[in-house]
Nanobody, 117 residues
Framework: QVQLVESGGGLVQPGGSLRLSCAAS????????MGWYRQASGKQRELVAG???????NYASSVKGRFTISRDNAKNTVYLQMNSLKPEDTAVYYC???????????WGQGTQVTVSS
């Protein structure tokens, strides 16, 4: 059974940093495109950042230059380094893994990030 387990969320002051981690129990992690999504209260889930199996990355315009996605295939883990956090970054952050045109598509349970003074 595939599991994605996120960690690293919490409460941080504006301007602070957090690093989210997502450990995936998939058989061949390296073939998956990994992504971080977020959902703020009362809003739709949105893509924050993604990284392909080849290491190409993409970011939402609202986080470009502040967030960095990376992956460690040896550890079956994807990371999201979040710097210069703003109150509008407050949301539940979800990890996603998908492969083969989303024939395989998995979600984590989410981790809360709250940016507040």
């Amino acid at each position: 059974q595939v599991q994605l387990v996120e960690s690293g969320g919490g409460l941080v002051q504006p301007g602070g940093s957090l690093r989210l981690s997502c450990a995936a129990s998939v058989r061949i992690f390296s073939i998956y495109t990994m992504g971080w999504y977020r959902q703020a209260s009362g809003k739709q889930r949105e893509l924050v950042a993604g990284i392909t199996s080849g290491g190409s990355t993409n970011y939402a315009s609202s986080v470009k230059g502040r967030f960095t996605i990376s992956r460690d295939n040896a550890k079956n883990t994807v990371y999201l380094q979040m710097n210069s956090l703003k109150p509008e970054d407050t949301a539940v952050y979800y990890c996603n893994a998908n492969a083969l045109a989303k024939r395989y598509n998995y979600w984590g349970q989410g981790t809360q990030v709250t940016v507040s003074s």
